[in-house]
């Protein structure tokens, strides 16, 4: 069974920074096109930044040069490293795996982690 355990949630002050971090199970990560998205309340989940097994780190233009993602594929272990935190950051965040079997596409999510930003 694959599974996506996320961690490092929480509140914080504007300005602040979190690491939030994505432990998977029954999957390889180094296979995988993982991924970090957000959803606030009332509004439609978007995507944050994505890892392909192969190539650069693509980010959303409204993090760039505050978040940065990482992988350690040999812990299956992926990572978001949030600095310079907004109000507007204010959501839930998902961690994604996508996977290539038998010529179909699969993907998983993990089951968010709050992340609020106020004063």
């Known amino acids: 069974q694959v599974q996506l355990v996320e961690s490092g949630g929480g509140l914080v002050q504007p300005g602040g920074s979190l690491r939030l971090s994505c432990a998977g199970s029954?999957?390889?990560?180094?296979?995988?096109?993982m991924g970090w998205y957000r959803q606030a309340p009332g509004k439609q989940r978007e995507l944050v930044a994505s890892m392909p097994s192969v190539g650069s780190i693509k980010y959303a233009d409204f993090v760039k040069g505050r978040f940065s993602a990482s992988r350690d594929n040999a812990k299956n272990t992926a990572f978001l490293q949030m600095n310079s935190l907004k109000p507007e950051d204010t959501a839930v965040y998902y961690c994604?795996?996508?996977?290539?079997?038998?010529?179909?596409?699969?993907?998983?999510w993990g089951q968010g982690t709050q992340v609020t930003v106020s004063s």
């Open positions: 029954g999957i390889i990560f180094s296979t995988a096109v």
């Open positions: 994604k795996a996508g996977v290539s079997r038998f010529g179909n596409w699969y993907e998983y």
